[in-house]
């Protein structure tokens, strides 16, 4: 065979195994929109236990992730996502726990009435189908992605990041163990046998028709590409371009601490605030602490005039700040007018992820709140919460930011359906 | 300038005005997400007696339609869609009426709750934003949809079938004239001012990112192309493949009725059953009944080997009438093998519209109600429930068979979406 043929002969394996993975997937989330809350959970502790008695053989495999990516030159922080120690496996196994903890949500009734003609109507939660999972670096979000979808009664097929391959293949090794131990089709959480690119663009085209949903966890390279070639529901966000506005009746000192751990808790995550905007009203009082602040714990600044004027270590910001989710110990800072300026500037350049006020005077912060169209908008608490374990999800897959399905963050409640029982005593519909 | 130039130009400005549409649509879409429940529902009172008002006009631009249509030979039932009278005016009306008195679905809080470090979580429904109706020749989807849109908060674009043009466009009127008198922008309810054909084109595109929504309403052929080229979040079903299943536990009356209903009260709308499937333990004391009523109603009737049997008149059912959506006086009849053959021949052949089963034993019919995977299943009532207004939704823009977003019956509440509001007193994220 020429070098084009075997290419050719290779592609068509793989969509093989692709749309084989697929239909087996959907034959399992019959099996699974049909099982028990008991069985689900004994599934999710066997998994958790499984994962721990596996410890020795996926530290293993994430050495042979780590030494590639040595080879390879990756990056420090890249190198830093990518590797597991016995604390991050316990915090994988803690994890599963946590989700098999929530309540299920499969079968609870969302609503129910009666018509005058005596229909009795519910509306039941069911799950949403097969859901696709493609990630970057992180191992863990094989667990988490994988114990998240079993709850909610969905089958999953993950596609996580070439460098994580060996660690995730052995993660999941561990996942099926727990699957088979409750008696459920190792299908229910399939992850895609190779690194090969084109796997990603046959996910993306819903292998079959079996895919109900696609959720991109990674970098807004990825997430783009998925949102424009996508043929199936994504849910997802592009940007966490999120804003902290200091109102004139801020209380300064719960202002400077909300502000710091808002930037530099965590600087990668998409709730960290990116820009800051600060009351023209309190300028003069609480823009040089709140800078200061920033600068000691070496945030880089760019401000506007007026924040410049307040430290020479503040760099001049141009309009590109305002539109730029840093992910980085940089901040973007302004001087508004008021609450109205605040909201203007976020309507303008934000990204309706997560935007918070920090105001003592309740009516301002209400306005803020009504008029801010986020998926998260908070009032004196920092951005950083923008997560769904700190909703008291137990985990999420993601955060999204558009209006449909889902917004937010995105946990085993988010990823069903519903359908209607309709239970009557003979009712034909008249005229 | 040449033809073609002539059409360029044409083209260039009717992206103009699609793009200027849509761009007026999203800033009264801001205005309608904040106005208050009694504003929305003074613009619905003045909009009910704007269209009372305006009848003579409104008929006179129906009679233009109906000139027109006849002139080009559109069929009986085409044209009785077209149709307007004092009847169908008072109707569209009286619809606008029942919309406004559904309790306002904006700013309801869907949850709350309270997390261990103080900060109080609550989902607030907010509006989806501007949504796209693309319908067919019934004009009275003008009243209701723009209507409907309006209650939940969201901006409306509506493109009717150019067969109702001169009729929508009055009714069009009459809305706006009750948006002014609410103090509401008039680009609330904007209707595609031409019968352009590349004007579908443009809304499938998402007219430059300010359609959050399209919602098709029409035949096969339409929904398809929507689907395929849509660009934006769509709400639609294809087919409603219903079907009703009669179980040997059934009332033998009450199947009758139901199945005769199901089938006939209307052939053309989606909740019509298609295929009647009883069980073979009673095929031979129900089956002829059943047959048998539904010959007599002029129903035309294909079976398999067992229904022929019972009568000359059953014509022979081909594999593809399992798959086949008459939307007509034809039904198709199959005998299974009890309630686990029903299940089978529907998850196989079925669109996961609405089924039914007609069954005295619960344990039996609570099983198909779980089984079955589709937006509304029903136990001892016709499938013709399947409609929003029958659910008690005061009215529906149509129906889902997605998983995504919204299923079955799509109605004020379901054209909505929401927001995490977070209050706090100081808190940061540890770790």
């Known amino acids: ?44 502790s066997a998994m958790a236990a499984a994962i721990r008695a596996d410890k020795a053989a996926i530290l293993a495999a994430n050495a042979k992730d780590m030494e590639i990516a040595r080879a ?11 590797a597991l120690d016995d604390k991050r496996i316990e915090a994988m196994a803690k994890g599963i726990e946590e989700i098999r903890a929530q309540e299920d949500p499969i079968g609870a009734i969302l ?74 089709p190792e299908a229910a959480i399939t992850l895609v046998p190779t690194t090969d690119r084109a796997a990603v663009g046959m996910l993306l085209e819903g292998l079959g028709g079996t895919l109900d949903l696609i959720v991109p966890r990674g970098g807004k390279s990825l997430v783009e590409r998925v949102q424009r070639e996508a043929r199936v529901p994504v849910l997802a966000h592009l940007e966490g371009l999120c804003h902290t506005y200091v109102d004139r009746t801020a209380n300064l000192d719960m202002a400077r601490k909300i502000v710091l751990n808002a930037k530099m808790r965590r600087t990668g995550i998409c709730g960290a605030t990116e820009t800051l905007l600060v009351d023209q009203a309190v300028a003069k009082t609480d823009l040089a602490p709140l800078v200061k602040d920033l600068l000691d714990a070496k945030c880089e600044v760019r401000g ?7 430290d020479p270590r ?28 605040a909201i203007a500037h976020i ?30 908008v908070l009032w004196n608490a920092s951005t950083q919460f923008a997560d769904g374990g700190e909703f008291g999800m137990g985990a999420e897959i993601g955060i999204a930011t558009g209006k449909f399905h889902a917004r937010g963050p995105v946990g085993a409640a988010e990823l069903t359906s519903y359908k209607y029982v309709v239970r009557g005593s003979g009712q034909v519909r008249p005229g």
């Open 1 to 44: 065979m020429s070098k084009l043929e075997t290419m050719g002969a290779e592609r068509a394996k793989l969509e093989e195994t692709m749309l084989a993975a697929g239909h087996a997937a959907r034959a399992a989330a019959a099996i699974l929109a049909r099982a028990s809350a008991a069985q689900k959970d004994r599934a999710l």
């Open 72 to 82: 390879n030159g990756i990056s420090a922080a890249l190198l830093d996502r990518l």
């Open 111 to 184: 609503a129910s009435w009666e018509r005058p003609n005596g229909l009795k109507i519910s509306r039941v939660r069911v799950p949403l189908g097969v859901i696709g999972i493609i990630y970057e670096s992180r191992p863990n979000v094989t667990a988490d992605a994988g114990a998240l979808c079993l709850k909610s009664g969905n089958a999953a097929i993950l596609r996580g990041g070439s460098e994580s391959f060996h660690s995730s293949s052995a993660i999941h090794g561990s996942l099926v163990r727990g699957l088979k131990e409750a008696g459920l």
């Open 304 to 310: 506007d005039a007026a924040t410049q004027a307040v």
């Open 314 to 341: 503040v760099k001049p910001a141009t309009e590109q700040d305002w539109y730029t989710e840093y992910l980085d110990a940089i901040i973007a800072v302004r001087v508004v007018a008021g609450v109205e300026g």
């Open 347 to 376: 309507e303008t350049y934000g990204s309706h992820h997560t935007d918070a006020i920090i105001a003592d005077d309740a009516k301002t912060a209400e306005h803020f709140l009504s008029q801010i169209d986020s998926a998260i």
